[in-house]
């Protein structure tokens, strides 16, 4: 079956410290693979995707890059700010495999002055 | 525009009652999902539908959990005789088609089964 693991949380950052969440999957297709993310009191939103083998999801400062190979796809970021702050859930949806996604269990993320 | 609402946004009921929860999708949106999210889990993959028919509903727990959406907007989950195991935040989605990427996600309704 279809399933993604996910860094256990919570991780504790100082303010513009470098941050990697790291993200591995299965897959018995070809998946697409997404970050999510939950600020605090608020709905999940799309942070970042990539579709094929070697693409980078970017936004907000934060990036990851699809690895085949090693089946991966770790979130960074060069320097955290407080409003970083939330919760991170990677996840994968396999092409015709009725577009469910399927996620981590999440990383919490909390970034200090 | 407005995006996905979920009514309400809290429900706290007791073992063996009925619940429903409603979800309302961002307008033009064909495709819309529901996801459980146990404390401290991820969300978990319920039932999808595409228009009005439920094109997978294999994450559906068991037979005391039944979704609608006749007319291909507004969507209820509906749960009979819950338990305390019910427990959890119901999450809906929805995207413009069965195949795009984005699925937009509600506040979520949180059930407490006491």
């Known amino acids: 079956g279809n399933s993604v693991t996910q860094m256990e949380g919570p991780v504790t950052l100082s303010e513009e410290a470098f941050l990697t969440i790291n993200c591995t999957y299965t897959a018995t297709g070809y998946p697409s693979l997404f970050w999510y993310v939950q600020y605090p009191g608020e709905g999940l939103q799309l942070l970042l995707k990539a579709t094929k083998a070697d693409d980078k999801g970017s936004n907000k400062g934060f990036e990851a890059t699809y690895r085949k190979e090693t089946t991966s796809f770790h979130l960074e970021k060069g320097s955290v700010q407080v409003s970083d702050s939330a919760v991170y859930f990677c996840a994968l949806k396999v092409t015709g495999g009725g577009n469910k996604l399927t996620f981590g269990t999440g990383t919490q993320l909390k970034v200090e002055l | 525009g407005a995006g996905v609402s979920q009514t309400p946004s809290n429900k706290v009921t007791e073992k063996g009652k009925y619940v429903e929860l409603r979800c309302d999708p961002i307008?033009?949106?064909?495709?819309l999902y529901w996801y459980r999210q146990s404390l401290g889990q991820g969300p978990e993959f319920l039932i999808y539908?595409?228009?009005?028919?439920?094109?997978?509903d294999s994450g559906l727990p068991n037979d005391r959990f039944f979704a609608v959406r006749p007319e291909g907007s507004v969507s209820t989950l509906k749960i009979q005789r819950t338990e305390r195991g019910d427990s959890a935040v119901y999450l809906c989605?929805?995207?413009?088609?069965?195949?795009?990427?984005?699925?937009?996600f509600g506040p979520g309704t949180r059930l407490l089964v006491l």
């Open positions: 989605a929805s995207s413009l088609g069965g195949g795009a990427e984005t699925q937009y």
């Open positions: 539908f595409q228009g009005t028919g439920a094109a997978d």
């Open positions: 307008s033009g949106h064909t495709a």
